[in-house]
């Protein structure tokens, strides 16, 4: 199937730095990513919508300046969380689907985010 | 938007017992995926199936999307199938919002 790279899988970081988080789609070319993040026992909870070439379209309640997405090509998403703190952390997992393809989605790794 | 549901939440069972999981959606929908989480958090493609029957070795999923459910079984159950069952759907663009289920976590005892 499909492949969905995730990088990287775990990072701790200090309060008030910034992590970046990758998402690449290797062999299939995504004109739209997501972005969920989950907590301990809990479901995925969709964050934002990335979209190759626009803005973002996040969810209600997600912080667009905390969590800046950027979609730069067809195989390529990047979630920043901007001024880390404890409280950001959690497990953000990425997911993309073929470009104008009606069919399964595909999901990254995921980043298990501790913030110190 | 659509509700997802899954039950039951929690099921522990003997290795070597069989079960059935349940996926109820609020809406008319065009996808719907299976996923195992494993314990590394890793989300595990098990069946993508919109409508009808597959088969996947002791797995199997039938989906009604005219009555809106779907149900995931697992025969013979072995340890290794321990962790967390995600049922996730959308209404069938590219840029259609994946909607997850609140899981079933299965738990099979030696």
């Known amino acids: 199937g499909a492949v969905v790279s995730q990088h990287p899988s775990r990072v701790i970081c200090k309060s008030g730095t910034s992590v970046k988080i990758e998402c690449r789609s290797l062999d299939f070319q995504a004109t739209t990513m997501f972005w969920y993040r989950q907590f301990p026992k809990k479901s995925l909870m969709l964050m934002a919508t990335?979209?190759?070439?626009?803005?973002?379209?996040?969810e209600q309640g997600v912080e667009k300046d905390k969590f800046l997405i950027n979609h730069a090509s067809l195989t390529l998403s990047t979630l920043t969380v901007t001024s880390a703190h404890p409280e950001d952390s959690s497990f953000y997992i990425c997911s993309a689907r073929f470009q104008n393809r009606v069919s399964e989605a595909f999901f990254g790794q995921g980043t298990r985010l501790t913030v110190v | 938007g659509i509700q997802v549901e899954q039950s039951p939440p929690d099921l522990i069972l003997q290795e070597g017992a069989n079960s059935t999981l349940r996926c109820n959606f609020s809406?008319?929908?065009?996808?719907l995926q299976w996923f195992h989480q494993n314990p590394w958090g890793q989300l595990i493609n098990l069946f993508y199936?919109?409508?009808g029957t597959k088969q996947n070795g002791r797995l199997s999923a039938t989906t009604v999307a005219t009555e809106r459910y779907s149900l995931l079984y697992i025969s013979s159950s072995q340890t290794t199938d321990s962790g967390v069952y995600f049922c996730a759907v959308d209404r069938g663009s590219s840029a259609s919002k994946i909607i997850f289920g609140s899981g079933t976590r299965l738990s099979i005892r030696p």
């Open positions: 199936i919109p409508s």
């Open positions: 809406d008319s929908v065009n996808n």
């Open positions: 990335s979209n190759e070439g626009s803005k973002a379209t996040y």
